[in-house]
T-cell receptor, first 116, second 115 residues
């Protein structure tokens, strides 16, 4: 079974600064996907970024980028130029490649507060 | 474009009562899911469906039943509610195509309290 760990229950960052959220996972699979989902106060989950494990290049989406270390089973999220709208819970998630039903395994989340 | 809509948004039940949560999606997605979210535990999969008329158990299925009679709807039932089922429930949907893997669309959640 896969597990996802997020060791930082809460973090805060000043507006316009950079912050990194940590995620580690455990799996015996070689092919899989990793994701970061954001849950703002509205509660609706939103996909932030996706990484395929077979790709060595780290994924980026505007101000969001990841540091994917496959051997270390580490998948951190860097948010640059933090904005007040980035305040949210952030969930790291794992999915096996070609998984029947495309099921996620979510971590417990990190609550990020962006301070003005 | 509504996306994924959950009904109701809030509900309080007494122990032993039954209820059904309704999820509707308008994106023609094949896959639909029910998750529960508890503090410090992230989201855990209850049941899922890979198509109309098919359902499967997830990580925490006990005490819940589901049905997918129409492609756009996925119902979650609690036959005899227990306080341990107090949680926030999320429905999600996604399509089956490889480029969209992991891009799930979530509803806004249903906060259920069982007293």
């Amino acid at each position: 079974a896969q597990t996802v760990t997020q060791s930082q229950p809460e973090m805060s960052v000043q507006e316009a600064e950079t912050v990194t959220l940590s995620c580690t996972y455990d799996t015996s699979e070689n092919n899989y996907y990793l994701f970061w989902y954001k849950q703002p106060p509205s509660r609706q989950m939103i996909l932030v970024i996706r990484q395929e494990a077979y790709k060595q290049q780290n994924a980026t989406e505007n101000r969001f980028s990841v540091n994917f270390q496959k051997a270390a089973k580490s998948f951190s999220l860097k948010i640059s130029d933090s904005q007040l709208g980035d305040t949210a819970m952030y969930f790291c998630a794992f999915m096996k490649h070609f998984d029947y039903g495309q099921n996620f395994v979510f971590g417990p989340g990190t609550r990020l507060s962006v301070l003005p | 474009n509504a996306g994924v809509t959950q009904t109701p948004k809030f509900r309080v039940l007494k122990t032993g009562q039954s209820m059904t949560l309704l999820c509707a999606q308008d994106m023609n997605h094949e896959y639909m899911y029910w998750y529960r979210q508890d503090p410090g535990m992230g989201l855990r999969l209850i049941h899922y469906s890979v198509g109309e008329g098919t359902t499967a158990k997830g990580e925490v299925p006990d005490g819940y039943n589901v049905s997918r009679l129409k492609k756009q709807n996925f119902l979650l039932g609690l036959e005899s509610a227990a306080p341990s089922q107090t949680s926030v429930y999320f429905c999600a949907s996604s399509d089956a195509y490889l480029p969209s893997v992991g891009k799930a669309f979530f509803g806004q959640g249903t906060r259920l309290t069982v007293v």
